[in-house]
Each structure stands twice: as C-alpha cells, then as structure tokens.
C-alpha cells in the first residue's frame, strides 16, 4: 500500500513568489492534514480537511495560505506570496477513522524562502 | 535535508542500554497520546499510542507510560539499537478540537 505522498520533496524560491505543494494521502483515508515545522520547533496544525470540507483551519498563519482538496482526494497548499518566515519543513498526514488520531505522515516539503 | 536536532534536548545513549525519553503535558482535557519518531530527510513514523483511560502499554522494545496526575508522557526503547537515532516527538489530542498538538521533540544519539 503507497503511503503518503508529497511533491516536491524541496523547493527553494525567492520572497514574494509563489509555491503550490501537493499532498496525496493513503487511499481512502478521508481525514487529510498539514502540519508544518520551523527550524528547530515543534511541528505545529495547520489545517484539517474532512474528504473535500475544511473541518479546521485555525492554524493557518494568515491569507498567504491557501488549501485546497478537490474531490477528496489529494491536496494543495499555496503560499503566495511567499516571505521569508515561512521557510521550513511542511508535512501532509492523513488517517482513515477517529479524528486526531495515529496520523500517517508524508516525508514532507522543505521550503527554503530566499 | 532538514536539519533537526537544532536547539532540541539530546538524549546520548550507548547502544544496547535503554533509553527514556520524556514529555510533560499541559492540557488535561487530553484524552490520546501519541509518539513519533522523525529521522532526518523523512516524515515522523508511528511508534506507539495510548488512550487516557490507560497508564501503560506495550510494543516491540518500547513501553509508553502515561502519568495523568502530573500530566507526564514518557517513551522506553529497549535495547537502543543505531537505527534508533531521530528526533522523537510526543504528540496529545484535546478531545475538544480532535487535533495532534506535538511537542518540541527530543533529539536521541546513540553511540555504537
């Protein structure tokens, strides 16, 4: 069975452009999150998805972020345009049952923002 | 790669002897715990869960135990081993927003 899937694996842009990642999670699983960790910190929520439907979206840093899952399927988060804070390791989850529970994690996307 | 460890607690372990890695908790509605383990380059991996109605629990060479009074989490790795190395991260689940909140992680170093 494929795990978690994140494109791309490192992505390096200068401030004030625009970055898409792509998460796929583990078919079947409606639950969908993304996580994100600045250098050295704790790995902090961003947003969880219910199949297509943002069931929370409180740690989401502010309007420069935006995600997306079409069809309950795999999704995108954009940053545009992008500044220099938010450089660090960006991590899809998804889990099959339960909420907040035993999530499955990808292998991540470094941002480095220039 | 990312580059973890920076500015985390380290815990040095000889290989063979067990290690105890700790994680203090705040919030008291938390009903679910959960370890991670991150090696460098990867996504954190499962390692073991336990619910709030329980204090202890069991996996292949690793042990969680749960302390509610003093809201105290910790991880027992049996026989550490080289591949142990990484950054593991307690996580716990407030059953009102059923959300992981993770803590700042601890970096274990095992040496051969």
């Known amino acids: 069975e494929a795990g978690v899937t994140q494109f791309p694996s490192h992505s390096v842009i200068e401030k004030g452009q625009t970055v898409t990642l792509r998460c796929d999670p583990i078919?079947?699983?409606?639950?969908l999150y993304w996580y994100r960790r600045v250098m050295g910190k704790e790995i902090k929520f961003l947003l969880h998805?219910?199949?297509?439907?943002?069931?929370?979206e409180s740690g989401m840093p502010n309007n420069r972020f935006l995600a997306e899952r079409t069809g309950g399927t795999y999704s995108t988060l954009k940053v545009q345009p992008a500044e220099l804070e938010d450089s660090g390791v960006y991590f899809c989850?998804?889990?099959?049952?339960?909420?907040?529970?035993?999530?499955?994690f990808g292998s991540g996307t470094q941002l480095s923002v220039l | 790669g990312e580059s973890v460890g920076l500015h985390l607690p380290t815990l040095s372990v000889q290989e063979g002897d067990n290690s105890i890695i700790n994680c203090a908790y705040s919030?008291?509605?938390?009903?679910?715990f959960i370890w991670y383990k991150q090696e460098s380059g990867k996504g954190p991996q499962f390692i073991i869960d336990?619910?709030?109605?329980?204090d202890k629990r069991q996996g292949q060479r690793v042990t969680v135990l749960l302390n509610k009074t003093v809201k105290h989490l910790s991880l027992q790795i049996a026989a550490t081993q080289p591949g142990d190395s990484a950054v593991y991260f307690c996580?716990?689940?407030?059953?009102?927003?059923?959300?992981?909140?993770f803590g700042k992680g601890n970096q274990v170093v095992v040496i051969p």
């Open positions: 998805f219910v199949k297509e439907s943002k069931q929370d």
């Open positions: 989850a998804s889990s099959p049952a339960g909420v907040g529970e035993k999530l499955f």
């Open positions: 919030n008291s509605a938390s009903d679910y």
């Open positions: 996580a716990e689940r407030d059953y009102g927003n059923n959300r992981l909140a």
């Open positions: 078919s079947g699983h409606d639950n």
């Open positions: 336990i619910r709030s109605n329980m």
